[in-house]
């Protein structure tokens, strides 16, 4: 139903339409209301933003404490595949059209086309102040179908800020690749797992045919700027002239030439099956910072923490740095792997459902009450999210260029390591009164530290901390990694396959 | 029944008994009969050594391939708290009683008490020869019960190789405290989890009081040497004289006067509950060099990998480098996570059983072939062993001391890191038939980095692979980590209760 509803809408109609709902939303605080509201905030170009998050940006919509919100979050690497991710779907062949007046509105911060992910929002939290907490509980996460197609793809780019360019290449050949995924079904639609089609060596060398974009280039494309003059992106060349292709590899997302061009290889299709574990790679409040904070570097404020918890049924918790939280999202993932290793997840486009809960900061409980850092909660596990740079911003080894310095090769994992650390210690001291001795056994014999991302920029590795310690339960307890590590093999362990 | 019958024993009955046992094993390899034997090797001062791995230890069993042994492995760490952990069980006793002629025989490399780890072995494999592969199918891991009181404690020292001390500490008020955990049965002896009981200062401070030596200490303790002349617990005074510490913090393990003297803090007792997850620290085969190789750093032999997947349920795969391939296995954990923070997991006493198949070189499948990691396989994953130096007795940035050199602060994650990548891209081409481009992409969708231990001087990382990946099934898949990360929850999640 929901295809042939959008099928019988024109590109004019839908983005008629888009702009209506927008509109229909309230400019400021609604008075609450005894039932919670329930929202729904599209992605259009009147909602999105590419690339940054700041305090300055206006509200998309205002949310009372308790109300939920169903937000559509599209994917930035849309543009590797064209075919299967853009053209069909109206929301994305619009948030991908480029003209001058878009660009200037939609894009980057400078409005120069410097953005990188996708965000929509930012979404008003009515009486949250600095200091409070917003606590968002991830209700649902479904896959977006493009309507052209009926289809969910989803991309992972081997890019090169992947951890590839630092571990190294086989005989030093370096290339970016890009894979495309298709999220295959079961008869009744519902999603089982993501296969690998085909990839593509990215750019495909200078002077291969590419697909000219399909708006107006500005001009601001030859002279890229974020908000500071050092930062990346500067004075790219445009990618694709006359049909032919005048760089190599990734510039940045979002360009639309992205796509193969004859040169697909299609040995990996069907190679393996990757299991699903939808999640949102980049979430968070409005920094408190003067000027639009990237939306590359994660920090204290949330952002592309592209931790794979951050999924259907997990709450997280964020620290409000002004005003009305200003909260974002976008850069979903159908899949991911701890350590994002080759530089994204599965990037695909996923509507989410949230309730947000306005946690004031004089009523907050000893979990949250000196809360600096994005705690990550679900039924079994708290996850405490650390980084190289906790809160790189305001870190004095990373000025005076933060945005700029963050992104150095000078990030590595014993920092990000050290980094949650120090926040899981403090964190345990506030929240269960433990002395710093108590702590350091206490997560020694029952806690996991993983690999977050090496990917961001600032590094992240996160402590799980198991609820189980707390609890009064006299049952064995069955680890969350449960084959081999147990006196008990528990039901749900698969079968040696191999 | 078991402890009546261990009370009614006196020492030197045991002691006969022990190594009545021991003598009545085959000194060669028996005719392989068609059914597997079944054999028990008990730990003894005849059974144990003290801290290394070498090609040149006498066999204390002879194993045919598919055979099954039960192994007894006894902590290092029992000193740690004689009352509770040594005392009361004539095994133990009779390790850790010191005296000339039992140092020279079971401690360390040199026989002058500069061993770490209790290992227990070597168990020689029949027809084993360099390149072949030992599979170790773990099928039972049990506390081991101290007859004299009934209970299994265990033991977690936040020692001074612990991570805490390059993170830091606060105030850098720098100490090394030891935590003594019980495992809590219910009422038909299963173990359910375990909880901390007291901690302590180890060492308490020069001066103060300590228990003596419970044998005469041998005057090579005052000029302590490895192998290397060069290498850690060189000229470590002795740390009771008198009736007084004349040292701080921990020297070596295996030292009894290290347990409290009054100075115990019982205010962690029963705070939490640790999830067990009962794991061989250290177990490998002997590695193909000419001189003793120190059980702290990790290798391709396996060695004190620290991995909390090596637990029941869980194989481990060696490749073989000597003649006979020469076991052994020892360090038991009653619980860790991923890391081993400060130093160690719930250091504890356990049986293990154990099925040892010898696979040969020529029929080894793709695998297998070219392994040259210690690989774990369970019903739900692959993991691969990566360390910071995958080969470090090889390294020729280690040389020319290796052994000395692989301790030093020179490792880090990101080595560790890499290593963990090297194998599992080799890996996967190998067996999977992967290019180098297909194994960045499904390593990063769909297999999870974790820290393995950051406290071993190699430090370790694992990749874990999910055999989800190969199967045909048509099922949607749960996640390993189950809350949080999908679109279907479990019924195993625990409920929200904090």
Not at 341 to 360: A, V
Not at 405 to 416: I, M, R, T
Not at 420 to 439: G, P
Request: proline share 7%; aromatic share 10%; glycine share 10%.
């Amino acid at each position: 139903m929901r295809m042939s509803r959008f099928h019988s809408l024109t590109w004019c109609t839908l983005l008629v339409a888009v702009v209506a709902i927008v509109s229909a939303q309230p400019q400021s605080c609604p008075r609450p209301t005894i039932t919670p509201k329930v929202h729904h905030l599209k992605a259009s170009v009147d909602t999105v933003k590419w690339g940054y998050y700041w305090n300055q940006n206006n509200p998309k919509l205002y949310v009372n404490s308790g109300d939920t919100v169903t937000v559509e979050m599209v994917t930035h690497m849309a543009g590797d595949y064209y075919d299967g991710m853009v053209k069909g779907d109206p929301a994305l062949e619009g948030i991908y059209h480029w003209t001058d007046k878009q660009a200037i509105s939609v894009r980057g911060a400078t409005g120069a086309g410097d953005g990188v992910h996708i965000l929509t929002g930012p979404i008003y939290m009515c009486d949250a102040e600095e200091g409070d907490i917003l606590q968002v509980d991830i209700l649902d996460l479904q896959p977006r179908v493009n309507p052209g197609n009926g289809k969910t793809y989803g991309v992972n780019g081997a890019a090169r800020w992947g951890y590839q360019f630092r571990a190294g290449f086989l005989n030093n050949i370096t290339r970016e690749i890009s894979t495309i995924y298709e999220i295959i079904t079961d008869a009744q639609g519902m999603p089982l797992y993501a296969v690998p089609d085909f990839q593509f060596n990215v750019g495909n060398g200078p002077n291969t045919s590419c697909v000219p974009l399909n708006g107006t280039y500005p001009d601001a494309m030859e002279n890229l700027t974020w908000s500071n003059p050092n930062a990346l992106y500067r004075k790219v060349p445009q990618p694709c002239v006359d049909g032919k292709q005048h760089w190599t590899g990734y510039t940045y997302p979002g360009v639309i030439t992205q796509h193969p061009t004859g040169n697909e290889d299609y040995s990996i299709r069907g190679m393996y099956k990757v299991p699903l574990n939808y999640h949102i790679g980049n979430i968070g409040v409005a920094p408190k910072y003067p000027v639009p904070v990237s939306s590359v570097p994660p920090g204290s404020h949330g952002g592309n923490m592209d931790n794979r918890r951050i999924g259907k049924g997990a709450t997280l918790y964020l620290r409000v740095q002004n005003k009305g939280a200003l909260l974002s999202m976008g850069d979903c993932h159908a899949a991911q792997g701890d350590s994002e290793f080759d530089g994204m997840g599965i990037e695909t486009s996923i509507n989410g459902k949230f309730r947000l809960t306005l946690i004031k900061n004089v009523t907050a409980p000893p979990m949250l009450k000196n809360l600096n850092f994005p705690l990550i909660e679900n039924k079994e596990n708290y996850i405490v999210q650390g980084y190289a740079y906790n809160h790189f911003l305001t870190d004095p080894t990373l000025q005076p260029n933060p945005q700029v310095q963050v992104l150095a090769p000078g990030s590595n994992l014993d920092l990000a390591f050290t980094g949650a650390y120090d926040n899981a210690r403090q964190w345990l001291m506030d929240f269960k009164n433990m002395t710093e001795d108590q702590v350091n056994t206490f997560i020694t014999v029952m806690c996991d530290y993983g690999t977050t991302q090496v990917v961001d920029g600032n590094f992240g590795v996160h402590l799980v901390v198991p609820k189980y310690a707390f609890t009064h339960s006299k049952k064995s307890y069955e680890p969350e990694v449960v084959c081999g590590t147990s006196t008990k093999l528990p039901k749900t362990c698969y079968k040696h396959s191999a």
